[in-house]
Structures are given as structure tokens and as C-alpha cells.
């Protein structure tokens, strides 16, 4: 074969080969074409998805500066453009008081290699402020070097305003508990209001707390507190003084427990304003079943002004308290009822004891339940046999007949006392002339039995025999007297 044709089939070869290498480089550049489709359908799915989710994203490099965010984030942080915060350092949007503690988790995490989840408060363009959770995971480049940060940034002001709602419903329901048991065990008044003022202080439920009790003038009659010490003595002379401060007026007209959120400007004849500031006022009046007995007020973290919860547990602490005061009143009028019966009760038993005339406590039945020592000396029985004896055997029938009669009647005739005179039957069987007087005893319009009341009367009567007697002598003497007188002075 001679050069040339040598050459000729070197040339064929070589276009062959170009030809070959001519598609395989278009199939490379199809693939890569593809390649790139691909990869930019990847990237617009990632950027839908994040600026579709609905946390906020927040990319950072190893130094902390921002180099992606998404809509989420720029409108938590109160921005429009990503150009106002891509390139500015993650720690300028944190709150100042939680920045140092920021920077060390972030150094932490790149340096161990792995996220962590942290909550930290965010500042706001406009100076809000607002509750963050950040869940950051470690990005890491083609060597598998950390050199970045990327985080789930979501707020949770919400959610942590509700946490702390929780607990502080939490204290206030446990200086409730502690304020109910005290009303089961405490009788005595005062130490009851002091009890109730340092529970609701000593639980943090409240920066202070105070109660005052007032007359139907609205005048002072006893105050407690508990968390203010000597600064609460200028109320109390104002109260003695009867110059109610504002929120005292507006407690006694409220039915319902109310918050002030800025006293020094709402209540300013008030001696306690100094210790409000920043903080809120609660009151509420003390009323049960239609007294108002006076008012408990405390102090309130100011943030919580809004709650209606917390109204509504102060106003069950306030009605609980007004019925203790209510409960202490009766138990006062009760041992006072107690003591005046005690009272009555010895007045009557020495007056029944010591009385010279015989007396009987007829049930309706018209037996005896009861007689005195005078009733033991008139009839001769000893006290125990004349419980039980039917009056009748005492005083006759007629007296039987006639109790019976008197326990029939109602209305005004029970508040009747009977006079008569009877023959009454001693245990030795001797008859004795004596006045009996009979009053119907009831309790509330119903019959309870009658009081027998009996006096021996017979030497009274003999002595009225015998001055009848004497007397018609002495007229029958003198008419014979007359008549000599008038012979004599005929003769």
C-alpha cells in the first residue's frame, strides 16, 4: 500500500473519530443542557419553598453576617426589602439583653458542628420587640466544614405570653386556695383580713394588697395590708378622715371587680400612687347578698391589666371574703343569742326556783314535765314524783278540762294568763283552797304546753271567813245596840 493511500485511510479514521467525538459531545451537551434545566427547576422549587414556608428563614455565614432571608423573616423583623438586611449581622436584630447570649450559641454551634433549638427576643424595625424560637442547623461546604447557619425562625410572643399568662393564673389560683383555706379556719376577723392581704403578697401573686372595712357612712372601721408597711398609714388617716380616694368611690358604685392601668394618673388623691408606678391596680367592693362590707384593691404587673381572667378569680377572692365576713357576723349574733339565752335561761330557772308559788310546766298532753320547790312543799310530792302526774290528779277535773281547753285556742288568746280558784289534792289526801293562774306557752304560733301557776289560798280564805264573820257580828251587835238605845230613850 503506498503513502497515499496510507494517508487516505488515516484521514477517514481521524473524521470517523471526530464524527464519533462530534455526538458524543452533543449527547454530553443535550445531558448538561438537561443538567442545567434541571438544576434550575431544583432552585425555583427551593426558592418557592422558601419563600413559601411559613417560618421564617434566616441564612448566616461563619462570622454571623446575613446572606439570605425570606418573606417570612423580613416581615417578622418589620422589613420590606431584602436589601435592608442581607449583609448586616444576625446579632443587630436581637434584643440587647439577650445579644451576648446569642453570639455564644452561634460560636457553639459552629464549632461543634451541629444546630440547637433557642429562643431569644428580636427587635423589630420599628423597636418592637417580639419572641422568638430559632431551630438552627449547621450548613457545611464540599469538604463537610462548617460555614454557616441556616434557621427556622417562627414568633412565639403569643405562645409565650400565654405561658406566662398560665403561670401567673397559676400563683394568683394558688393565693386563692391559700386565701379559701384561711377563711375555713380563721374566726376572728382582723386576723383573718391581715391573713388574706400577706397570702395573696407571699404566693407573687401580688406586689401588694390592702382591705379596708367600712361603716354604712363609709367610714373606716378596720384596714389590713401586706406589702406596704408604714406607706399604707397615710390611707389609712384618709379613710378615718371619710375622703375616699377615686377607686375607693368606683369600687363601692362596681358590682364588678375593675383595673386601673395607670393609677398616678387616673386615682390622683391617692397616698399609695408612688408604689403603682409601672404597674396596674385591681379592686373590687366586698359584697354579700346585698351588704357591701368594703374593699379589697392590690397591685398587678402592668402587662396583665387586660386579663379577663385575672378579673374574674380577684372578684371570686373578693366574694369569698365578703362571705366570711358575713359568716363571722352571724357566728358574733349567734354567740350573742347564745349568751342572752344562757342568760334568760338562769333568770328564769332562779326565778322558778326561788318563787313562792307552786309551778308547773303542763305539756299538751297535761302532764307535768316540770314543778318547782314550792309545788314539792303544796302538795307533798317529792320532784321526781310529780314529773309525769296528769294535773288533774293535782288540781282536780275541772283544771284537766280546762287546760285542754286553753291549749285548743290560737291567735292572740294564747297570750291570755287565766285566773280561778280550785280545790287542789295534797299526796296525804287533804284538800287545799288554791288560785291558779294558766298561761299557754308557744314557740312561733305553736302550742308547747301551758304554765300552771298555784297559790294556796286557804288561810286567806279562812281569814275572809272569819272577817265576814266577825263583821256580821259586830253589825248584829250594834243593830241590837240600836234597837236598846231606841227603847230606852222611847221609855
Not at 371587680?257 to 396596674?280: E, H, K, Q, W
Given at each position: ?11 477517514v479514521?481521524?473524521?470517523?473519530e471526530?464524527?464519533k467525538?462530534?455526538?458524543?459531545l ?30 421564617g428563614?434566616?441564612i ?24 435592608e ?9 436581637v434584643?440587647?439583653?439577650?445579644r ?34 430559632a ?12 460555614v ?6 417562627r414568633d ?21 386556695q ?10 376572728d376577723?382582723d386576723?383573718?383580713l ?37 406607706a ?6 384618709q ?7 377615686s377607686?375607693?368611690?368606683t369600687a363601692?358604685?362596681?358590682?364588678r ?27 373590687a ?6 351588704k357591701?362590707y ?9 402587662r396583665?391589666?387586660?386579663s379577663t ?8 377572692v373578693?366574694?369569698n ?5 358575713h359568716?363571722i ?5 349567734h354567740?350573742?343569742?347564745q ?20 309551778i ?5 298532753k ?14 307533798g310530792?317529792?320532784?321526781k ?8 290528779q ?7 278540762d280546762?287546760?285542754r ?7 292572740k ?12 289534792v295534797?299526796?296525804?289526801g ?11 306557752m ?16 286557804t ?12 263583821i ?20
Amino acid at each position: 500500500m503506498n503513502n497515499s493511500s496510507v494517508k487516505k485511510q488515516q484521514l477517514v479514521n481521524e473524521l470517523e473519530e471526530t464524527r464519533k467525538r462530534i455526538t458524543e459531545l452533543e449527547v454530553l451537551e443535550a445531558k448538561h443542557k438537561q443538567a442545567e434545566e434541571t438544576l434550575q427547576e431544583s432552585k425555583e422549587i427551593q426558592r418557592f419553598v422558601f419563600d413559601s414556608i411559613g417560618e421564617g428563614i434566616i441564612i448566616i455565614d461563619s462570622v454571623g453576617n446575613i446572606v439570605e432571608v425570606n418573606e417570612v423573616a423580613l416581615h417578622l423583623m418589620g422589613y420590606s426589602y431584602k436589601e435592608e438586611v442581607i449583609g448586616r449581622n444576625s446579632i443587630e436584630f436581637v434584643a440587647e439583653r439577650d445579644r451576648t447570649r446569642a453570639m455564644e450559641d452561634v460560636k457553639r454551634a459552629l464549632e461543634e458542628g451541629h444546630g440547637t433549638k433557642m429562643e431569644y427576643t428580636l427587635q423589630t424595625k420599628d423597636g418592637r420587640e417580639i419572641d422568638s424560637e430559632a431551630n438552627a442547623t449547621v450548613l457545611r461546604n464540599s469538604s463537610g466544614n462548617p460555614v454557616g447557619l441556616i434557621s427556622a425562625v417562627r414568633d412565639i410572643t403569643k405562645h409565650k405570653w400565654a405561658e406566662t399568662e398560665m403561670q401567673r393564673l397559676n400563683l394568683v389560683l394558688h393565693a386563692i386556695q391559700s386565701v379559701n383555706q384561711l377563711i375555713i379556719k380563721e374566726k376572728d376577723r382582723d386576723r383573718l383580713l391581715k391573713g388574706i392581704c400577706n397570702s395573696l403578697v407571699e404566693n407573687r401573686g401580688y406586689y401588694n394588697a390592702w382591705v379596708a372595712l367600712l361603716d354604712r357612712s363609709q367610714k373606716l372601721i378596720v384596714a389590713a395590708e401586706a406589702g406596704l408597711g408604714k406607706a399604707f398609714s397615710p390611707m389609712i388617716d384618709q379613710l378615718n378622715s371619710g375622703d375616699l380616694t377615686s377607686c375607693c368611690e368606683t369600687a363601692l358604685k362596681e358590682s364588678r371587680a375593675f383595673m386601673i392601668s395607670d393609677p398616678a394618673s387616673t386615682c390622683t388623691n391617692c397616698p399609695l400612687v408612688a408604689r403603682y408606678a409601672g404597674r396596674g391596680a385591681i379592686s373590687a367592693r366586698l359584697q354579700y347578698r346585698g351588704k357591701v362590707y368594703g374593699i379589697l384593691s392590690a397591685s398587678v404587673p402592668g402587662r396583665f391589666i387586660t386579663s379577663t381572667e385575672e378579673l374574674t378569680l380577684f372578684e371570686e377572692v373578693a366574694g369569698n371574703i365578703a362571705f366570711a365576713l358575713h359568716t363571722i357576723e352571724l357566728e358574733k349574733q349567734h354567740r350573742l343569742a347564745q349568751e342572752q339565752l344562757v342568760a334568760s335561761e338562769k333568770r328564769y330557772r332562779d326565778l322558778f326556783e326561788s318563787a313562792g308559788e307552786a309551778i308547773f310546766v303542763i305539756n299538751p298532753k297535761g302532764k307535768v314535765v316540770e314543778a318547782n320547790q314550792a309545788a314539792v312543799a303544796l302538795f307533798g310530792y317529792t320532784l321526781k314524783e310529780l314529773v309525769g302526774m296528769n294535773v288533774g290528779q293535782l288540781l282536780g277535773s275541772y283544771s284537766l278540762d280546762f287546760a285542754r281547753a286553753q291549749l285548743k285556742k290560737g291567735g292572740k288568746e294564747r297570750d291570755i294568763t287565766y285566773r280561778y280558784e280550785c280545790q287542789a289534792v295534797k299526796k296525804d289526801g287533804t284538800e287545799t283552797v288554791v288560785q291558779t293562774a294558766i298561761r299557754p306557752m308557744s314557740v312561733s304560733g305553736e302550742s308547747r304546753g301551758l304554765h300552771f301557776i298555784a297559790r294556796d289560798i286557804t288561810q286567806e280564805k279562812l281569814m275572809q271567813d272569819n272577817m265576814r264573820f266577825y263583821i256580821s257580828e259586830v253589825t248584829l251587835s250594834q243593830e241590837k245596840e240600836r234597837k236598846r238605845i231606841a227603847r230606852e230613850l222611847h221609855d
